[in-house]
């Protein structure tokens, strides 16, 4: 036996003893007594839905992000729905989107019955490309929905200028950097539109919820309407004012966001910041101990950013290793690391395939990432022995595979 091999541990995936003993998932919320009982206090009260809490959250939510406004939506998918409305999209129109990410960013294009174009992502941060953003625009499009993947923002000074230039709305896909940094500025301050979402694996949960920040008055005046069937006032206003009559202008649906959720929400907000210092500090330590590991890349952070790190996306050097992504992937699985996979590319889905007749090769940055990417456990409630879980288990599976 040579020595490399005398020193490789037996993987779990081969009989091997596991790191850990239970699965540790690769995102998870955390609940503390505040949340549970700002949620009972409303179930106590009048208002279980578009009561005081929902603009209570909103206000707190915009001054957060520094934004002139917020609007709370019933998932981040209806708020990217209700960003395509106002943003005015219609069958005919076209919207630049990235194809590494997930679905419901090109689907909300859809649900307005316009065409997603996609255009590929940058080697370094896997963001979309502004050049290839340039290259895909045409008389028809209307909008380009950058995505800022695993929390670092995407190019959005070349995609603002971009947008300008062509009279374009950007509707940013935020709902991996709530709490990112650009150039000083936080991430919801920045675009025309920016699109958050309240899923339990995100930085701030709801349970299900989403959020749009704008400066545009019409723009917040719109989404509200488009989250409520279209009616121009609410029930509540209309009960204090004692009016009766409403309108319904514009064809909106039932997005509203509940004063259940709305609570919980304010009361996560509160703790956002020391979530992030949190993501920040494993994002650290994963960085300290995989950056100059052969077979892995770390993910990059250029200047002027500080990302939110709601993933950890490791990228595989498949050249210096002697399995593919799926056996890695395997193995770390079965030492109990809760490893997944983000994003298949959305053009390579069934249904894009076959209704806009894409296949392989269409955009090959994306792709090419998306056979090498692992993303790691990344939760402000990891334990320090949860994050040493990860690092043992990856250079236990890395050592293992690497030449
Ligand atoms: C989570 C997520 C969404 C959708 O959010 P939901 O609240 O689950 O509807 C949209 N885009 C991206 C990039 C996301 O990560």
Redesign the pocket.
């Known amino acids: 036996m040579s020595l490399i091999s005398a020193e490789k541990e037996i993987l779990a995936v081969n009989g091997g003893t596991s790191v850990r003993k239970t699965l540790l998932p690769y995102g998870r919320q955390a609940i503390d007594e505040c949340d549970i009982q700002a949620v009972v206090d409303v179930l106590r009260s009048d208002w279980l839905t578009t009561g005081p809490k929902v603009r209570e959250f909103e206000e707190a939510f915009a001054e957060w992000v520094g934004s002139k406004y917020a609007i709370s939506f019933s ?6 729905h209700g960003a395509a409305f106002a943003a005015g999209l219609k069958a005919g129109d076209e919207a630049i989107t990235s194809p590494l ?2 679905a ?2 090109a689907n909300c294009i859809l649900y307005q019955g316009a065409t997603p174009v996609f255009a590929d992502v940058s080697r370094d941060t896997l963001n979309i490309d502004p050049a290839e953003c340039a290259r895909r625009i045409t008389p028809r499009t209307k909008a380009i929905l950058p ?1 800022d ?1 695993a929390g670092h923002p995407a190019d959005l000074k070349a995609i603002s200028e971009l947008a300008d230039s062509q009279d374009l709305i950007v509707i940013e ?1 935020a ?2 950097a709530l709490g990112a940094e650009y150039r000083g500025r936080k991430v919801g301050s920045i675009s025309h539109m920016t ?1 958050f ?3 339990p ?2 930085h701030l949960t709801t349970g ?3 959020m749009v920040t704008t400066d545009n008055p019409q723009f917040a005046e719109t989404l509200r309407r488009f989250r409520n069937h279209g009616i121009s006032s609410e029930a509540r206003d209309r009960q204090s004012t004692g009016q009766w009559y409403y309108e319904m202008t514009l064809l909106g649906f039932n997005y509203r966001l509940t004063d259940i959720a709305c609570a919980l929400g304010t009361q996560q907000l509160q703790k956002l910041e020391s979530n992030l210092e949190r993501r920040r500090e494993i994002a650290a330590r994963y960085n300290a101990e995989f950056a100059n590991m052969s077979g892995v890349l770390t993910p990059q952070v250029l200047d002027g950013i500080r990302p939110a790190w ?1 993933l950890y996306p490791l990228r595989l050097q498949l050249e210096r290793l002697s399995a593919g992504r799926e056996e890695i992937f395997r193995a770390l699985r079965a030492e109990n690391i809760g490893v997944n996979v983000h994003y298949i590319p959305v053009h390579l889905h069934p249904y894009y395939r076959d209704r806009f007749g894409y296949g392989e090769g269409a955009f090959p940055v994306a792709e090419k990432a998306y056979e090498r990417l692992i993303s790691l456990p990344m939760f402000h409630g990891m334990r320090d022995e949860d994050v040493e879980d990860v690092v043992r288990a990856v250079k236990k599976v890395i050592k293992a595979f690497c030449f």
């Open positions: 998932s981040g998918t209806a708020a990217l990410t997930f419901a960013t995505v993947y896909d709902c991996h699109v979402s309240f899923h694996v995100k299900e919820g989403g709601h």
